[in-house]
C-alpha cells in the first residue's frame, strides 16, 4: 500500500485497533501519529507500536495525507472547527469513523469544499479481521479514494456505498456486532460453566465454536440459515436448543436490537448536526 502519512486524531479503542491492524499489516510506524490528550494513551500506543504520538492535534496532522477522526462524535465539531483552515490548506484527505455523523456537516465544520470519506469499521480491525463500510463526497479524488481503501483494507474487508445514509444501517449491523457476537460467547461460556464444565473447557469450545461458524459460513457456497439446519438433527439437541430461542423471541430481539441502534445512529447525526 501506498506509504503516505497518516494521522489519527484521538487514540481511544477504535483508534488502538485500527493502529495496530495497520502496523501488523506491514505500514512503517514512523508514518503514523496520533493526537490525544491523554497522555496515558498516548504512552501506551507510543510504546506498543512505536508511532509518533502528539498532545497538539494541529501539529499532529501536519503534512498528513490522511486525517482519521476518532474521536467521539459529541466532540467532533469542536475537534474539526480549528483544523478546517490547515486541512484545505493541505489538501489532506479526512477520514471520519464517528458513528451517527454525517459527511455535510463533517464538511461544513471544516469550511466546505473538503474531501471527506466517512466509514464505519470495527475492532476486529486489531487483528486484521475488521469489516468497514465507506462513503465518499464529490471532492474525494481517485487517489485519495485509493488511499481510504488501502488503509481499511489493510485491516479487514471493506465495501463502498452510494448512499451514506445506509451506513446508519451499517454502524448497527457491523459496528456494534462485535459486542453482539461477544455477548453471545459471555453467555454460552457461562451457561457452560453453570452447567459443569471446566472454565479453560467452557472458553475455548465456546471461541473456537463461533470462529469455525463464522469460518465456515464465510467459505460456503450455502447461506447460514441452510448451514444452521445441517447442524439440527431431526428429534435432536439442537432442535431443542433452537425451539427454547424462538419461544423467547431471539430472532425478534435481535431485529430491536438492530433497529435501536441504527435509529441512536440516525439522532446522533440529526443531533449533533443542530450544532
Ligand atoms: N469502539 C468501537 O467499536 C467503534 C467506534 N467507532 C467510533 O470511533 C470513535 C472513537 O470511539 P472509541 O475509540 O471507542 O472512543 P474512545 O473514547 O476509546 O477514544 C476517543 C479518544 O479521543 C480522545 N480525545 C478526547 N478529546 C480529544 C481531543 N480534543 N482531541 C483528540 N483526542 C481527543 C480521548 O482521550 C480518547 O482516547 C467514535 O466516534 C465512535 O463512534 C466506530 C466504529 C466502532
Ligand atoms: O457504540 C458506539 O456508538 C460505537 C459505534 C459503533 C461501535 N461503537
Redesign the pocket.
Same mark, same amino acid.
Request: without cysteine; charged residues 15%; neutral net charge.
Given at each position: 500500500m501506498a506509504e503516505e502519512s497518516i494521522t489519527f /486524531?484521538? &487514540? &481511544?479503542?477504535?483508534?488502538y485497533s485500527l493502529v495496530g491492524g495497520l502496523i501488523a499489516d506491514g505500514y512503517r510506524a514512523e508514518r503514523v501519529h496520533v %493526537? *490525544? #490528550? *491523554?497522555p496515558a494513551?498516548r504512552m501506551d500506543l507510543a510504546n506498543r507500536f512505536r508511532i509518533h504520538v502528539h498532545e497538539d492535534?494541529r501539529k499532529a496532522v501536519l503534512r498528513a495525507a490522511a486525517v482519521v477522526l %476518532?474521536?467521539? #462524535?459529541q /466532540?467532533i465539531k469542536s475537534?474539526l472547527e480549528p483544523l478546517g483552515p490547515i486541512l484545505r490548506e493541505q489538501k489532506s484527505l479526512v477520514i471520519s /469513523? %464517528? %458513528?451517527g455523523v454525517r459527511e455535510p456537516d463533517i464538511s461544513r465544520w471544516l469550511g466546505g469544499q473538503i474531501a471527506v470519506v466517512r466509514t464505519? #469499521?470495527?475492532?476486529p480491525a486489531l487483528v486484521r479481521a475488521g469489516a468497514t463500510a465507506l462513503y465518499a463526497n464529490e471532492y474525494v479524488s481517485q487517489n485519495q479514494r485509493d488511499l481510504a481503501e488501502s488503509l481499511l483494507r489493510a485491516v479487514g474487508i471493506i465495501q463502498w456505498l452510494d448512499d451514506e445514509t445506509l451506513l446508519d444501517i451499517v454502524t448497527a449491523l457491523s &459496528?456494534s456486532g #462485535?459486542a453482539y457476537f461477544f455477548l453471545l460467547m459471555e453467555t454460552l461460556e457461562a451457561a457452560a460453566i453453570e452447567l459443569g464444565l471446566p472454565e479453560q473447557t467452557a472458553r475455548l469450545l465456546t471461541l473456537e465454536t463461533a470462529l469455525g461458524a463464522a469460518r465456515m459460513a464465510l467459505e460456503s457456497d450455502e447461506d447460514p440459515g441452510r448451514l444452521r439446519l445441517r447442524v439440527t438433527s431431526p428429534g435432536g439437541t439442537t432442535e431443542a436448543a433452537t425451539r427454547v430461542l424462538e419461544s423467547g423471541g431471539a430472532q425478534k430481539l435481535f431485529q430491536q436490537a438492530l433497529q435501536a441502534a441504527t435509529t441512536r445512529a440516525g439522532e446522533l447525526g440529526r443531533l449533533l448536526g443542530e450544532q
Open positions: /486524531i484521538g &487514540g &481511544g479503542n477504535m483508534a %493526537a *490525544d #490528550p *491523554d494513551k492535534n %476518532a474521536v467521539k #462524535p /466532540i475537534v /469513523i %464517528a %458513528a464505519m #469499521p470495527n475492532t &459496528g #462485535p
